[in-house]
């Protein structure tokens, strides 16, 4: 089975920077995504971990820990257009399916 | 075509009616998904097809739904009888890869979904 955990909502200042936190239980675990929504629109492609450490992205980075079942998306210099939902998924080889979190929903202030 | 197209964007229909979705995948594209996404909650698997064939359709809430994908390209999801519960957004994501062991990272693709309104 799977388990996902994220937070609901996040708040953060334009400029700054946020780190949304995910934790999983994923049998035949085999990398997890990482993806941005706007309302009203389509999930679009962030990330995707298969191993441990920290992959950089421009502004965006995503970290995971195997053996934690943890990843985070870090957020840096924030802009308004960064408000949006993220979804973290982990992937499971066993099933073929990318099953998501909740979303964490970050609204970026002035 | 460039994306994962869905039809029709937005449909309001009446309890009791049955409603046909429509899933074009990116040319070529072998997997192919439905999720279903009520407001404020992530997407929820529906059924996984490779080329023509459900391998997966353990996430269809009930025998109201169905999908089919005869010819492994575009796809329908069905809903009979529809019942207000039905109303979400049905996202459609399309993938390359072969199968589990050929995920990537960048291959899973979404359309812009077709939002449900029951009333």
């Known amino acids: 089975g799977q388990n996902i955990d994220q937070p609901t909502e996040m708040t953060a200042t334009e400029g700054a920077i946020v780190q949304i936190n995910c934790t999983y239980q994923t049998s035949g675990f085999n990398g997890l995504f990482w993806y941005q929504q706007h309302a009203g629109e389509a999930p679009t492609f962030l990330s995707y971990?298969?191993?441990?450490g920290l992959e950089e992205k421009g502004r965006f980075s995503s970290f995971l820990s195997r053996s934690k079942g943890y990843s985070y998306l870090l957020l840096k210099e924030l802009q308004m257009k960064d408000s949006a939902s993220y979804l973290c998924?982990?992937?499971?080889?066993?099933?073929?399916?990318?099953?998501f979190g909740q979303g964490t929903t970050l609204q970026v202030k002035p | 075509g460039a994306g994962v197209s869905q039809s029709p964007r937005y449909k309001v229909a009446k309890r009791g009616q049955d409603v046909a979705l429509r899933c074009d995948p990116i040319s070529g594209h072998v997997s192919l998904f439905w999720y279903q996404q009520a407001l404020g909650q992530g997407p929820e698997f529906l059924t996984y097809f490779q080329n023509e064939a459900q391998l997966d359709k353990s996430g269809l809430p009930s025998d109201r739904f169905f999908a089919e994908r005869p010819e492994g390209s575009v796809s329908t999801l069905k809903i009979q009888r529809t019942q207000q519960e039905d109303s979400a957004v049905y996202l459609c994501a399309s993938s390359s890869s072969q199968g589990p062991q050929g995920i990537s990272g960048n291959t899973i693709y979404f359309g812009e979904g077709s939002w449900l309104t029951v009333v």
């Open positions: 998924a982990p992937y499971s080889s066993n099933t073929g399916k990318l099953i």
């Open positions: 971990n298969v191993l441990d």
